[in-house]
């Protein structure tokens, strides 16, 4: 990872830490760290940080074996605040919850917002072997037919009780209607703000 700006002296020499999933944005718990923390942290790829009551670096996880492997970290604009992306190894809390706040950090919803960053990214950068490309390539009719198929096909996967084929059907239905509102230009966001209308009548 790249060095970080970091002004530590704002803090005397502390500055907090929130941790969040990566995956589900869901902030899990905050810490703090000095400057040999965030060293330590940046070098072995797990959160360290520094504990204010034993007065000594802590790995988290270093005894429960629930680490918090770091995905990214951004400074905030006045460089004295850490926002860390992780992947937690089961729970963050020491009481055995999800979070140190006692939220639950299950859904997987948010990578939706990433599939759409990458579907996006194929239809204005293109390139050969990808499929999604491919599928802008032929045009907004063939685009919508996919849709059409895979919704036909869940439809035939429901009346079965195989939930491995109903899942991957799902999950194609829900790849290829987002595949069409890129290529009709829409946003997921404006879907949600009809739903949300439709839930405030």
């Known amino acids: 990872m790249e060095e970080l700006a970091i002004d530590f002296e704002k803090g005397e020499g502390l500055v907090p830490a929130i941790i969040q999933d990566v995956d589900t944005k869901k902030v899990l718990m905050l810490g703090y760290m000095n400057e040999e923390a965030l060293a330590k942290s940046t070098e072995s790829g797990k959160v360290t940080f520094f504990s204010r009551t034993k007065d000594r670096l802590w790995t988290k996880g270093e005894t429960s074996g629930n680490f918090l492997t770091i995905h990214d970290i951004q400074v905030d604009c006045d460089k004295d605040t850490l926002l860390i992306y992780v992947k937690p190894t089961g729970p963050v809390c020491h009481k055995g919850d999800d979070t140190c706040f006692a939220d639950t950090n299950r859904s997987k919803t948010y990578f939706i ?18 499929y999604t490309a491919s599928l802008f390539n032929k045009g907004i009719n063939k685009v919508a037919q996919k849709v059409g198929e895979e919704a036909v096909e869940i439809v035939i996967e429901a009346k079965d009780d195989n939930k491995e084929l109903f899942m991957g059907e799902a999950a194609d239905l829900l790849f290829h209607y987002l595949v069409l509102l890129e290529a009709k230009g829409y946003e997921l966001d404006e879907v949600m703000d009809v739903l949300v209308q439709r839930h405030r009548k």
Do not use: A, G, Y
């Open 113 to 130: 917002d990433r599939l759409r960053e990458i579907i996006k990214d194929r239809k204005n950068n293109p390139s050969d072997t990808s």
